[in-house]
Nanobody, 119 residues
Framework: QVQLVESGGGLVQPGGSLRLSCAAS????????MNWYRQAPGKQRELVAV???????NYAESVKGRFTISRDNAKNTVYLQMNNLKPEDTAVYYC?????????????WGKGTLVTVSS
């Protein structure tokens, strides 16, 4: 059973930094796209950053220049480096990945990690 497990969330002051990690594990699989989403209280879940197997990355306009997505394919892990954090970045951050198991693509989600930006 493939699982995605996030870590690295917490409380940080405005202007601070955090690094989120998401590791995939469980069986034999091939990972395609790995993404980060977030959901703030009372709001819909939104796409924050995308990382494709070809190395392409994309970001929501609200985080461009402040967040960086990267991945370590050998470790089946994706990271989200978040700098110059703002109170509006407060949300539960979810890892999402398109994973192939015996050539069948499936969409997987982690359980989320809470990021709180507050003084």
């Amino acid at each position: 059973q493939v699982q995605l497990v996030e870590s690295g969330g917490g409380l940080v002051q405005p202007g601070g930094s955090l690094r989120l990690s998401c590791a995939a594990s469980g069986g034999t699989f091939s990972i395609n796209t790995m993404n980060w989403y977030r959901q703030a209280p009372g709001k819909q879940r939104e796409l924050v950053a995308v990382s494709t197997t070809g190395g392409t990355t994309n970001y929501a306009e609200s985080v461009k220049g402040r967040f960086t997505i990267s991945r370590d394919n050998a470790k089946n892990t994706v990271y989200l480096q978040m700098n110059n954090l703002k109170p509006e970045d407060t949300a539960v951050y979810y890892c999402n990945a398109l994973i192939y198991i015996t050539l069948v693509p499936r969409n997987y989600w982690g359980k989320g990690t809470l990021v709180t930006v507050s003084s």
